[in-house]
């Protein structure tokens, strides 16, 4: 069956990583990033092993130039709004830079946004189509070192949630991605303890048997995601109390 799939952020570690997974005859890849010579390398590897790769460099910050792009693609069956950064508090607790607080808000929340509405006319009008969300476990609970980043992924979380709610009875299948920690440059730079590291191959694997089995949420690995999500549930000092004694809180009280 031919398919045509969208993968932002493919110069990344987890979009490159998922761009291999999928390169295969009869599969058209959308492959998207800002950094041409990457671009380049993961569209040799995925023609290598059989895809049809259309490559596009845009910052996707500029949302005119995002959506009109991707409303002159055509018809997409898998869309992966996978593009995303991170800031942090810094070493003496000081507040994230507002140009990155900005830049966050942009890139992991709004740009998802402009793509699920630039993409969705088109699904809606065959009833088909899937559009997958990487949010985070950030998502699940506020760290304390990242305050802005888990509000984008919760962003993230909360919309993909209603999207499949919305969109399930059309026939488009809406899945939201919470990775634990992925070996990645965003991942290297984030401070503290990365327990559970996944490589990008196996989260990429990850993410696409969840995709086919059309789960809601696909998180992962087992043990942090099972932690995370508890961090949700329980009594919220409890568990900023919780990752304080884990070290994934700067702040000694
Ligand atoms: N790694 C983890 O531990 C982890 C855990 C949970 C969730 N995630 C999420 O997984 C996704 C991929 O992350 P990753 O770990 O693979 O990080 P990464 O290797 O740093 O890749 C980030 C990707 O986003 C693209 N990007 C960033 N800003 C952009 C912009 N303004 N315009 C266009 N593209 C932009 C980058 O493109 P260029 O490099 O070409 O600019 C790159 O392809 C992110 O949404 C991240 O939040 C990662």
Excluded at 26 to 36: C, D, E, Q
Excluded at 49 to 60: E, F, H, M, N
Excluded at 158 to 178: C, D, S
Aim: charge should be positive; hydrophobic fraction near 45%; include cysteine.
């Amino acid at each position: 069956m031919k398919q045509r799939i969208l993968i932002t952020g493919a110069t990344g570690a987890i979009g490159a990583a998922l761009a291999r997974e999928y390169a295969a005859p009869g599969v058209t890849l959308f492959l998207h990033g800002r950094n041409a010579q990457r671009l380049e390398e993961v569209a040799a590897d995925c023609q290598a092993k059989g895809s049809l790769v259309v490559t596009t460099q845009l910052d996707v910050r500029d949302f005119t130039a995002l959506r009109a792009w991707l409303e002159a693609l055509g018809p997409l069956d898998l869309v992966i709004v996978n593009a995303g950064i991170n800031t942090n508090i810094g070493p003496n607790g000081e507040p994230e830079p507002w140009d990155e607080v900005e830049a966050l808000l942009d890139v992991n929340l709004k740009a998802a946004m402009v793509i699920v509405q630039a993409v969705l006319p088109a699904m809606r009008a065959r009833g088909h189509g899937q559009i997958a969300l990487i949010s985070s476990l950030a998502g699940y609970f506020g760290l304390p070192v990242t305050p802005t980043y888990c509000a984008t992924k919760a962003g993230l979380k909360a919309y993909g949630e209603a999207l499949r709610g919305w969109l399930a009875p059309e026939g488009i299948r809406v899945n939201v991605v919470m990775p634990g920690y992925v070996k990645s440059p965003m991942c290297d730079d984030m401070p503290g303890p990365k327990p559970f590291l996944w490589s990008p191959e196996r989260a990429a694997k990850r993410i696409r048997r969840g995709l086919e089995r059309n789960q809601a949420r696909i998180s992962f690995p087992f043990p942090l995601n099972w932690g995370t999500w508890w961090l949700a549930v329980l009594p919220a000092d409890l568990s900023l109390w919780i990752l304080r004694w884990l070290g994934l809180s700067r702040h000694a009280n």
